[in-house]
């Protein structure tokens, strides 16, 4: 069973940084971080690979990054320089060949001026 717990949420002030974890266990897989902010949809911010290649989108490139720890099962986001538009609550999820995703519970990202 493929499980994902988000963890490391919380208030942040605009220009500060903050570390989302993801902790995976039911297997290894392709990961992606989304984000939905208030009122809006949700919106894939960032993917990585088993193997450890990466993409996150044009709004937040040069802010965010994404990395795991194959030992540990973890993904991690990064968060530098927030802003006020990074609000929202922020999921990961699991990609599965042939299966559907799984997702986290997300994690609530405040960011405050």
């Known amino acids: 069973q493929v499980r994902l717990v988000e963890s490391g949420g919380g208030l942040v002030q605009t220009g500060r940084s903050l570390r989302l974890s993801c902790a995976v266990s039911?297997?290894?897989?392709?990961m992606r971080w989304f984000r939905q902010a208030p009122g809006k949809q949700r919106e894939f911010v960032a993917i990585?690979?088993?193997?450890?290649?990466?993409k996150v989108v044009d709004s937040v490139a040069g802010r965010f990054t994404i990395s795991r720890d194959n030992v540990k099962n973890t993904v991690s986001l990064q968060i530098n320089s927030a802003r006020l538009e990074d609000t929202g609550i922020y999921y990961c999820n699991a990609l599965r060949i042939g299966m559907s995703d799984v997702w986290g519970q997300g994690t609530q990202v405040s960011v405050s001026s």
């Open positions: 039911g297997g290894i897989f392709d």
């Open positions: 990585i690979t088993r193997g450890g290649s990466s």
